[in-house]
């Protein structure tokens, strides 16, 4: 089951109760994320050993059973992401990241785009809720907001088809970790998978390709409809228009009744058209 494939966006999550303080649970999260990452490693060696089409299943332990073993504490990097609360405010939240457990041999998605994946997801407690070894496609901005962060981190493969059998085969894709405070996951929405609210998060994923994605079919990857570029689409300033549609998903962004698509780029050179020169594209200037 792909528990993670819920829009739990800013708008949709199901709180009943009021949420906790988020700078209180920050707190929380992250001291319970670096006692975890000083206690742990993961199984880098296997990736390290794996052929480079052979996917590894991620596997946590604890240092206890295997003192020599190398911390995920000195293999992290800090990711910083703002997370928008019930107030609209942005709260920043640390998440940490170990971007090259195998590296791709090819580019890496925006936080928005399609990706085709597989990946494992767990508690710190080394429970996985959920998974798929098979590979899945996940639609832009469509998982928790963690999960997505973390596209940027991996490189993706190539693959063959046998003309005969018509399999297809995977090679040099990349791996990358997330571990995640509550606030990048499920915070305290009632769907928290195993009713488990407030918990922070891990997820190996693997990326085999990945598509640009632009959901309003405007012919503006749906990268570039965050206007203020703060990595959120449905801020006030990201609804050029005010009609309520963020530019993501309105197909006429200014609302001068020309579709985005009809205006965006008619001279087809890659550059946004201008016509009057003022600085500011036409599929944005209802002027
Ligand atoms: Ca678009
Ligand atoms: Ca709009
Ligand atoms: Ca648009
Ligand atoms: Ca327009």
């Given at each position: 089951?792909?528990?993670?494939?819920?829009?739990?966006?800013?708008?949709?999550r199901?709180?009943?109760?009021?949420?906790?303080?988020?700078?209180?649970?920050?707190?929380?999260?992250?001291?319970?994320?670096?006692?975890?990452?000083?206690?742990?490693?993961?199984?880098?060696?296997?990736?390290?050993?794996?052929?480079?089409?052979?996917?590894?299943?991620?596997?946590?332990?604890?240092?206890?059973?295997?003192?020599?073993?190398?911390p995920?504490?000195?293999?992290?990097?800090?990711?910083?992401?703002?997370?928008?609360?019930?107030?609209?405010?942005?709260?920043?939240?640390?998440?940490?990241?170990?971007?090259?457990?195998?590296?791709?041999?090819?580019?890496?998605?925006?936080?928005?785009?399609?990706?085709?994946?597989?990946?494992?997801?767990?508690?710190?407690?080394?429970?996985?809720?959920?998974?798929?070894?098979?590979?899945?496609w996940?639609?832009g901005?469509?998982?928790?907001?963690?999960?997505?962060?973390?596209?940027?981190?991996?490189?993706?493969?190539?693959?063959?088809?046998?003309?005969?059998?018509?399999?297809?085969?995977?090679?040099?894709f990349?791996?990358?970790?997330?571990?995640?405070?509550?606030?990048?996951?499920y915070?305290?929405?009632?769907?928290?998978?195993?009713?488990?609210?407030?918990?922070?998060?891990?997820?190996?994923?693997?990326?085999?390709?990945?598509?640009?994605?632009?959901?309003?079919?405007?012919?503006?990857?749906?990268?570039?409809?965050?206007?203020?570029?703060?990595?959120?689409?449905?801020?006030?300033?990201?609804?050029?228009?005010?009609?309520g549609?963020p530019?993501?998903?309105?197909?006429?962004?200014?609302?001068?009744?020309?579709?985005t698509?009809?205006?965006?780029?008619?001279?087809?050179?890659?550059?946004?058209?201008?016509?009057?020169?003022?600085?500011?594209?036409?599929?944005l200037d209802?002027?």
């Amino acid at each position: 089951m792909a528990f993670i494939f819920i829009q739990c966006d800013d708008t949709t999550r199901s709180v009943i109760t009021p949420p906790r303080d988020y700078e209180e649970q920050r707190t929380a999260d992250n001291d319970s994320i670096i006692s975890f990452l000083q206690s742990h490693y993961y199984n880098y060696e296997e990736y390290a050993n794996a052929a480079s089409g052979e996917r590894v299943e991620f596997t946590i332990d604890s240092l206890v059973n295997s003192p020599d073993k190398r911390p995920m504490i000195d293999q992290v990097e800090e990711h910083e992401v703002q997370v928008k609360d019930q107030d609209g405010n942005f709260i920043t939240h640390t998440m940490y990241v170990i971007p090259n457990v195998r590296v791709g041999v090819g580019d890496s998605p925006t936080i928005s785009d399609d990706v085709y994946i597989t990946y494992k997801g767990m508690f710190l407690d080394g429970y996985s809720f959920d998974q798929s070894e098979q590979q899945i496609w996940f639609p832009g901005l469509s998982t928790i907001q963690g999960f997505y962060e973390l596209y940027p981190f991996i490189k993706r493969g190539t693959w063959e088809v046998d003309p005969a059998t018509g399999l297809i085969t995977y090679d040099g894709f990349g791996t990358a970790i997330a571990i995640m405070p509550s606030a990048l996951g499920y915070y305290g929405s009632q769907s928290s998978p195993n009713g488990r609210q407030y918990a922070p998060l891990i997820f190996a994923v693997d990326l085999y390709t990945f598509t640009t994605a632009d959901h309003d079919e405007d012919s503006v990857p749906t990268s570039e409809e965050d206007i203020d570029g703060n990595r959120h689409f449905t801020d006030d300033v990201d609804d050029t228009d005010g009609d309520g549609i963020p530019n993501y998903l309105d197909n006429d962004d200014d609302g001068d009744g020309v579709l985005t698509i009809d205006e965006y780029d008619v001279d087809a050179d890659g550059i946004a058209d201008d016509s009057d020169g003022d600085g500011t594209p036409d599929f944005l200037d209802a002027s």
